[in-house]
């Protein structure tokens, strides 16, 4: 016979205790709940960057055939990924007249920079021998118009201003051919050699993309806009709709500091840190002083359930020179197993396993600092380390992080069910086998077990009998298992056997059965009884 049976399991989330860590013993400043926003509360915002040289050594000569419309080339081949936060480039060259030197730099993209226009008449001196930086005070060839420069360089003798900006470069993608082009605005007179070149360009880092976070049974969002935290206070509990409690514990061998712009008292939910949101959002937000390195501030998040995924920003994970150079470490765990999540950095910081190193200033109301973490696993706690790595002093100083909304994949669990039948009697009298024939009282098993991790409530299944059978009043029994099914259920959904903790009744020519919880490796059984008709 074919089975008909449903299951709507809805899941129970169970509680654990609260897990203190603290890791190191002298510090830097922690940061609440999450990971670092470190950041020290006067730091200017920038984009992190990453700087790198380019050199083109190969000699050439710079003579009559060097003229304006048929240059002397040398390029720069440039394999990073990024965009142009900033350019300087130097150049060397021998010439016996300074001012007859023009030099031009295309990017990839094909955008073109004069830097010098040269002066002819009136800068006479020998090589040249220059930084073209756009932070110069001092624009180029109007030094001294006899002096002599160096032939010898890195470092360049000079720095000057070209005469049009390199920022016309700014926000380019760096890779690809960058081309230099050298000429002789007077090529029948005095004649040169260039010697080298050096591009320094400074890119800016790109923002990650976090992976999706997929949830096979949708998602569940703790938002700090709905919750209150008394401020300074370091462990905090909280309904996480109707799975149970997740629980904050927030630990420091540093001092919690008080800041009036980051909410005050630090533990606090504030609105201070903003990571880039529009319109700012409340965070839980940590404001300290730690007085060394090795210090940390351990944030444990307890779950209610098992969750099958999470993700969550981290604000401001970044770094002041001469200050704080933020680390925070994230961890998850399952049962007692470590389970690893995937963070993704901001422009500020990188990311080097479960760890992200804050080496960019970001502002705290900038997404600069920002660092996703995705936990694509189930996990049962999330454990966040917050400190300074070796780029910090050895007092850091201040610093401030928060923790924003936690987005956590809903439990669930694996139900597994089997149907079984055994005829009882067949009312022939003889032989010992018994037949399916019309008369005959049938026997069914409906068994449900929970395969998964995570207890289940609310199960329920259902089965229509057989057609051609009629339902035997008062034979539903329940239990562990089809052998033990030995508690009387009787026929309607009414009545305190409805709830001890199964239940199970005969309504419209099907048996529904129900049970409200379901531990994890639990079964529960349901046997009834049909005639043939």
Not at 21 to 41: D, E, F, K, P, W
Not at 142 to 163: E, I, M, V
Not at 166 to 194: M, Y
Not at 345 to 371: E, H, K, R, T
Request: with cysteine; proline share 5%; charged share 10%.
């Amino acid at each position: 016979m074919s089975i008909n049976a449903t299951i709507n399991c809805q899941l129970q989330m169970f509680g654990a205790s609260l897990l203190e860590r603290v890791r190191g013993v002298a510090g830097y400043c922690i940061a609440l709940l999450v990971l670092g926003l470190a950041m020290m509360l006067n730091a200017t915002p920038a984009a992190a960057q990453a700087s790198s040289t380019f050199s083109n050594t190969t000699n050439g000569a710079i003579n009559s055939t060097t003229v304006c419309t048929n240059p002397l080339v040398r390029n720069f081949t440039v394999s990073s990924t990024g965009t142009v936060a900033d350019i300087n480039i130097g150049i060397l060259a021998t010439h016996t007249w300074r001012g007859d030197l023009q030099f031009t730099l295309q990017s990839p993209t094909g955008t073109r920079v004069r830097m010098t226009n040269g002066d002819t008449n009136n800068v006479s001196g020998d090589n040249f021998n220059v930084l073209l930086d756009d932070a110069a005070t001092q624009v180029v060839n109007s030094d001294s118009a006899t002096g002599n420069h160096s032939t010898s360089a890195p470092p360049y003798q000079n720095t000057f201003r070209p005469r049009a900006a390199l920022s016309a470069f700014n926000g380019q993608s760096a890779a690809g051919t960058w081309r230099l082009e050298i000429c002789d605005l007077f090529p029948t007179a005095d004649n040169g050699t260039f010697v080298r070149s050096d591009l320094y360009l400074t890119l800016a880092r790109q923002a990650g993309v976090a992976p999706a976070l997929t949830c096979p049974n949708q998602t569940i969002v703790f938002d700090w806009d709905a919750v209150t935290w008394t401020a300074g206070s370091t462990s905090n509990t909280y309904a996480l709709g109707t799975l149970g409690n997740i629980g904050f514990n927030l630990t420091t061998d540093g001092a919690w500091l008080n800041n009036a712009t980051f909410g005050g008292q630090s533990p606090v939910r504030q609105n201070g840190f903003t990571g880039g949101l529009s319109p700012s959002q409340f965070s839980l937000g940590q404001v300290a002083d730690q007085p060394s390195r090795a210090g940390r501030a351990v944030t444990t998040i307890t779950l209610p359930a098992i969750m099958r995924g999470a993700q969550f920003t981290i604000f401001d994970v970044d770094s002041n020179p001469g200050q704080f150079a933020d680390l925070v470490t994230v961890e998850g765990r399952y049962q007692g197993a470590n389970v690893t999540p995937t963070l993704t950095n901001g422009s500020a910081n990188y990311v080097i396993g479960n760890s992200a190193y804050g080496d960019g200033a970001s502002d705290n109301d900038s997404s600069f600092g920002n660092v996703v973490v995705t936990f694509s696993q189930p996990i049962d706690r999330i454990i966040i380390s917050y400190g300074n790595h070796a780029a910090a002093p050895v007092d850091p100083g201040q610093q401030g992080i928060a923790l924003h909304d936690i987005t956590f994949c809903r439990p669930d669990t694996t139900i597994a069910l089997s149907k079984t039948s055994r005829v009882i009697d067949d009312m022939i009298p003889v032989g010992s086998t018994e037949f399916n024939v019309p008369g005959a009282l049938i026997e069914y098993c409906l068994l449900a077990s929970n395969t998964g991790d995570t207890a289940a409530s609310n199960v329920l299944m259902t089965d229509a009998i057989p057609p051609e059978t009629s339902f035997v009043s008062g034979s539903i029994r329940s239990g562990t298992g089809c052998a033990n099914a030995t508690t009387v259920e009787d026929d309607d959904g009414a009545g305190a056997d409805e709830s001890d903790p199964r239940g199970a009744q005969f309504v419209s020519g099907e048996v529904r059965a129900t049970t409200s919880s379901l531990a994890a490796g639990a079964s529960v059984a349901f046997t009834f009884q049909v005639i043939v008709d």
